[in-house]
Nanobody, 128 residues
Framework: QVQLVESGGGLVQAGGSLRLSCAASRRTFSSYTMGWFRQAPGKEREFVAAISGSGGNTVYADSVKGRFTIPRGNVKNTVSLQMNSLKPEDTAVYYC?????????????????????WGQGTQVTVSS
């Protein structure tokens, strides 16, 4: 079992920045692929970004590419999502997720059903 706890959400003006963090309970953090998803009211949960357990491989949704990054390097079993140039359409509950990494695979899952563990979510609201 892996327990995930997100933090760092809040209210920010358009153009501003926020940094979300996801703390994992397992010490073998590097054995898991970590993903970030978001869900706006009335919409399906959508992929935002993912990073391999080694930190050497990342993938981003087109809607956030160039604005959001997952800083490389796990600090105390924490993975972050740095969000810059925020837009009102980024408003959503943001979730981190984890799934056991497959040794030797470079594939990073981008569908919610591919992840086994989820945090409780943190609200991000971007005002115009």
């Amino acid at each position: 079992q892996v327990q995930l706890v997100e933090s760092g959400g809040g209210l920010v003006q358009a153009g501003g920045s926020l940094r979300l963090s996801c703390a994992a309970s397992r010490r073998t953090f590097s054995s898991y692929t970590m993903g970030w998803f978001r869900q706006a009211p009335g919409k399906e949960r959508e992929f935002v970004a993912a990073i391999s357990g080694s930190g050497g491989n990342t993938v981003y949704a087109d809607s956030v590419k160039g604005r959001f990054t997952i800083p490389r390097g796990n600090v105390k079993n924490t993975v972050s999502l740095q969000m810059n140039s925020l837009k009102p359409e980024d408003t959503a509950v943001y979730y981190c997720a984890a799934v056991g990494a497959t040794y030797g695979s470079t594939y990073l899952p981008q569908r919610p059903g591919e992840y086994d563990y989820w945090g409780q979510g943190t609200q991000v609201t971007v005002s115009s």
